[in-house]
């Protein structure tokens, strides 16, 4: 039989599990100092759970992941990790809380044009009650649509979508590589407040072992009050993944890093 004792420690607790008797104890001691805990949800973690399903609405296996817009096509759970949205502007949303965060997604395009891409959008409350936007108004602080990032096969764009159906802030560039259909590469989008003003960034990983390439790194150096209400984002939020064109795009490995 083993006894547990926990006893203060100067900087945290000390943890022994001993047993009567023998002097070999384990002693384990746990410091408390100032650390910022990452938190990261693996958004796609049952996607690889063997159960191949087509649906519309939400995932049968995962109530946080939802397929919207452009009717009624299926989207495609095969269980081995994969997820493939088929429709121009059809889309997945994750509904995960975000406000400074890191979204990661390996991405298979399938694009049938030059003018297919795969878009990502953060820091959205984009299906919220409230106004639709029209040629600039009405803007409604309750359904900001989020900050955005997509490339297709040549390069990347960026834009502000300040309330439903309303964007701003078009950004675009180039990208190191072209992105080649059938080919993994792995996209990462930062969304951060800094100074007042929201820091964007865009990254590209080709998989081919040189790392992530910085392809966008802009800031929106005027949000408006709702674009910066933590509280609002904290409260609910969501991202997501759309495919644009006519082709498809399949997705995998998607995760969230929540950061302070």
Known sequence: MFRLNIQPYPDGWEYA?????NENSIKLIYAIQD???????NISGTWSNGHNRNFRGFDPDDDKVEVRANGNILCVIDGNGNCT????????YCHYNN?????????????AGTNDNCSLKMRSRHNEPGMTCKGGSPLDGNRFGGYGFAVNENGWNSKRESTHNC??????????????NEEAVKLRHSVKDEDGNVHQIGEI????????HKV?????NS????????NLYEAKSYFWIRNNGSGCITIRDVSLEILP
Do not use: C
């Not at 650390?35 to 949800?41: A, D, N, S």
């Not at 406000?99 to 694009?111: D, S």
């Not at 964007?167 to 080649?180: A, E, F, L, T, Y």
């Open 17 to 21: 599990l001993e047993r009567p008797g």
């Open 35 to 41: 650390i910022t805990l990452m938190v990261v949800f």
């Open 85 to 92: 949205i088929t429709g121009d502007r059809r889309r997945i």
């Open 99 to 111: 406000y400074n965060a890191i979204l990661t997604v390996t991405l298979i395009p399938h694009f």
């Open 167 to 180: 964007h701003d802030q078009h950004r675009s560039g180039s990208v190191p590589m072209k992105i080649q």
């Open 205 to 212: 990983d080709y998989m081919d072992g040189n790392g992530l």
């Open 216 to 220: 966008m790194d802009i800031f929106d």
């Open 223 to 230: 949000p408006e009050p709702w674009m910066v209400d933590r």
